[in-house]
C-alpha cells in the first residue's frame, strides 16, 4: 500500500499560479503510474493528468493542455502538479492518486482545494 497527502492548494486569481505537491509514504511511487484527478461538489471527479512510472511519458486533459505540468521525483518520492494561466473554471478539489501497473489496485490522497477567483 501506499499513502498519499496532497499540498499546495489554496486561493489565487485568474491568471495566477500554484504548485500542488503529492507525497508518498509506504512504498515507493516508482512502481505506481502517478495521476492528478479533479472534482467539484456534485460533479464526477474528472482526471487531469497522468505521468507513467517507466516512460515518464504524460498526459493531460484537454483543458488543462499547455498550462499545467505533471512531474515526479522519485528520490523525494514526490509528485508534482505545476498549473499556471488558472481561470475560475480549474477550481475544484484536486486529488492525487497511484495505480499499479494495469490498474490492478489504486490509492488516493484526501484532496487540497483550489480555488481561482475572477
Known amino acids: 500500500q501506499v499513502q498519499l497527502v496532497e499540498s499546495g492548494g489554496g486561493l489565487v486569481q485568474a491568471g495566477g499560479s500554484l504548485r500542488l505537491s503529492c507525497a508518498a509514504s509506504?512504498?515507493?511511487?516508482?512502481?505506481?503510474?502517478m495521476n492528478w484527478y479533479r472534482q467539484a461538489p456534485g460533479k464526477e471527479r474528472e482526471f487531469v493528468a497522468s505521468?507513467?512510472?517507466?516512460?515518464?511519458?504524460?498526459g493531460y486533459v484537454d483543458s488543462v493542455k499547455g498550462r499545467f505540468t505533471i512531474s515526479r521525483d522519485n528520490a523525494k518520492n514526490t509528485v508534482y502538479l505545476d498549473m499556471n494561466t488558472l481561470r475560475p473554471e480549474d477550481t475544484d478539489i484536486y486529488y492525487c492518486?497511484?495505480?499499479?501497473?494495469?490498474?490492478?489496485?489504486?490509492?488516493w490522497g484526501q484532496g487540497t482545494q483550489v480555488t481561482v477567483s475572477s
Open positions: 492518486n497511484a495505480k499499479t501497473p494495469l490498474s490492478a489496485s489504486q490509492y
Open positions: 509506504g512504498r515507493t511511487i516508482a512502481y505506481f503510474n
Open positions: 505521468i507513467d512510472r517507466r516512460t515518464g511519458n504524460t
